[in-house]
């Protein structure tokens, strides 16, 4: 079974500062996928950001980007320039990309505080 | 932008009591799920569903739970007797096709009495 794994349960940065959140992952698969989301006070969750296990590339999305290592089974979020907006719980996530397996294996999360 | 949207926000029952938890998925999804969040805790898979039958269900979801979209619509999750550790916010999610992204709905927050 994929395990989820993120250790740090709250973080906070200073407003326009970088900060990086870390998540490791477990699974015997090759071909996976693997997600960062966001969870603002209000609840819904939000995809920040998305890598294939098959691209060397680190995903970026505007300020968010990624430091995906296969080999170590790492995959971390940083966040660039943070806003008062990033403020949230952050959950990274694991899907496998066999199309009988559909369910999303979430970490525990990171509360994330930015102080203005 | 299309949403998946979740009715009602917040629902009161009483332990024993069924509950019926309603997703409207975004309209050309076809690809359905289930999650729970416990408070303080992680987000847990419990079902997914296609072409109206389950194709993946968690060890939580077990006889007390079901599922189904009863007018091709709405994508509804059935709680037959509510128990006190039933308490959670329920999310549901669609996507598009199997592997792609699933939209999460803005939550269903359950409390059992």
């Known amino acids: 079974a994929q395990t989820v794994t993120q250790s740090q349960p709250e973080m906070s940065v200073q407003e326009a500062e970088t900060v990086t959140l870390s998540c490791t992952y477990d699974t015997s698969e090759s071909d996976y996928y693997l997600f960062w989301y966001k969870q603002p006070p209000s609840r819904q969750m939000i995809l920040v950001i998305r890598?294939?296990?098959?691209?060397?590339q680190n995903a970026t999305e505007n300020r968010f980007s990624v430091n995906f290592q296969k080999a170590a089974k790492s995959f971390s979020l940083k966040i660039s320039d943070s806003q008062l907006g990033d403020a949230a719980m952050y959950f990274c996530?694991?899907?496998?990309?066999?199309?009988?397996?559909?369910?999303?294996?979430f970490g525990t999360g990171t509360k994330l505080q930015v102080i203005p | 932008e299309p949403e998946v949207t979740q009715t009602p926000s917040h629902q009161v029952t009483q332990m024993g009591q069924e509950v019926i938890l309603r997703c409207v998925p975004i309209?050309?999804?076809?690809?359905f799920y289930w999650y729970r969040q416990i408070l303080g805790q992680k987000v847990e898979f419990l079902v997914s569903f296609y072409n109206n039958e389950i194709s993946e269900k968690s060890e939580i979801f077990d006889d007390q739970f079901s599922v189904e979209r009863p007018d091709g619509s709405n994508f509804t999750l059935k709680i037959r007797s509510t128990k006190l550790e039933d308490s959670a916010m329920y999310f549901c999610a669609t996507g598009l096709a199997v592997l792609n992204e699933q939209f999460f709905g803005p939550g269903t927050r359950l409390t059992v009495l």
């Open positions: 309209s050309n999804h076809l690809y």
């Open positions: 890598q294939e296990a098959y691209k060397q």
């Open positions: 996530a694991y899907r496998s990309a066999s199309g009988g397996y559909q369910k999303v294996t």
